[in-house]
């Protein structure tokens, strides 16, 4: 059992709870979890858990049915985030370590630091002490190793992770790593666990060779029970009877580890296969069973790495499958973690990863409640720190914007399923300095949900925006007996059944399953959308600064913009539509969206509305829209941003 103390407790209340449980029989401990302090009790003790519940300073009892208290799901329901500098891992991300499998020289491991970066990696591997299984192989450069790691890690901007295998070099370590790699050899190696554990840094635990989940969870409790704040599991393929491969890659772990723990749990596909050619497929295999991301060994020449070349990834090949992991978040409802180019600086005086940038005390706007789709699509690209500024109208997000009461917005443009959102379209010619500055795909996933005594076949009304109808037309059409009411946004929808109470038991609502969860509704069907293949692109918005920098994203900061987004409209000639989509061929830029609108006030009179990919020589871009303006009768420059 494990009581979870008050962030204000007093002392004497403090006193009073751990006599109450020393003299029901328990054995307590007494730690920090996170940000909480609590006591985690052992023994044989009894005591009523409702009884503890109402003492003043008690915040939460959990009662843990497993060995490993502070790693079990029954402790901390939610998913846990574990920093490390600004690399987060865990939640609605993917994240991707990469590096060599040892520090080879200085050269070396700079080379491939600044090729996994540009690739995407956001954490640097390579073991500077490499455990060998044979005596006369290479043990890695030691000490010197580590500060050439270091040096890279700084100079691309990417915490570093590397293995321990002692704990008195662990000391010497501490302040040149961010993060400990405790090796699958060292698992139980429980003296090195515990004194890795009270240096207090991020550790990357990996799993034993022979161990079960369950050892793998309890040595994740001796991190955790001696003061570790952030562990991240990892997978690496157990011993099995099969020798194709090195090891066999244990994909039901990650359900099974995620459903029993709320650490994030990554997966190594290099060490489990060590066959090069099968650890792409079996990457993507872990990202689709649920794992939070992956660590992968990348050399620039393999045929001449010290260990482990064969399943070295080239930088090639590690550049492709990160296009893939990116193309593929999406229809896990995730987002690949990057970093912002720019690289990071140190803050000297704390020794705390600070961004190039800040968006601290600022917020972003998005229209809806909590558990809309349009927030999810917040987190995704701001991460779940960002304050948001929930509106309730698509122009209040335009208007936060503009009067600097957000300093982004968040606004659906377009749904695969039902096309463009037309009233968002036409907003940005109402909000002349508003620009859109980046784009992001979400795929949505609709839910119908009543409260917890409704069934199917008790509904009358639906209620839900016009896209959530749009986009579950099919399964609604088996049901014509419904009456469909449309609300501003799916979570209002949501929100006014719980706000009707028992008047609402006739109604249902389509949102997401964040939103039933957000408001304690039952989800009666999931999945009705009419394909599964339902995604939705947002945009994000920001003021239009003219002369300073533009105020970009995080993590699409100095890079190129690849897509631009453009209104025009044409004389009412032959050929005139034409001639403004030759100057656009002319300068080989290619169209990836036009579509036409009919001009508010003016029947018959048509705007064009156009997305293109940039060129790489942003002056043959410019050179065009300059034409295009001369050609056409109204242009408006939407925005230029890096298109996903
Ligand atoms: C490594 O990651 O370099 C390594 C040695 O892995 P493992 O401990 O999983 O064998
Ligand atoms: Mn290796």
Redesign the pocket.
Known sequence: MIVILSKDISIHDKELIRSLLQNNGYKVREQLFGDDLLFSTSGKGQINKRELEILPGVARVAETTKPYELTSRETKAEDSIVCVGPVKIGGERITVIAGP??VESREQIKEIAFAVRESGAVLL???AY??RTSPYSFQGLGMKGLEYMKEAGEATGMPIVT?VVSSEIAVDMKDLVDMF??????MQNFELLKKVASLGKPVLL??G?SATMEEWLLSAEYLLAGGTKNVVL?E??IRTFETFTRNTLDISAIPVIKALSHLPVIV?P??AIGIRAHISAAALASIAAGADGL?I?VHNNPDKAF??GPQSLYPEQFEKLMRDIESFSPVLGKELLRLPKETPKKNDLSGVWSTAFSLVGEKVAFSGRSGAFAERALINAFGEDMLRLPVTTFSAVFDAVLDGSAVFGIIPIENSLAGSIHENYDLFLRYPDNVIVGEIKLRIVHCLMAMEETNIENIKTVRSHSQGFAQCREFLDKHSEWNLEIWPTTTDAVQSIVKEGEGALAIAAIASEAAAKANNLKILKAGIENNPQNYTRFVIIARRQDGDRQLLPPGMENTAPNKASLVFSVKDEPGSLYECLKILSGEGINLSKLESRPILGQPWNYLFYVDVTIPPDQKVFERACKELKSKSEKFHFLGSYHGV
């Not at 790699?181 to 060292?186: L, S, V």
């Open positions: 499998c040892a591997r390579g073991g490499k455990p293995e790699q405790i090796g699958a050899r060292n990996k799993r060779p990892c690496r393929g190594d290099s060490h660590t060994e260990s482990d």
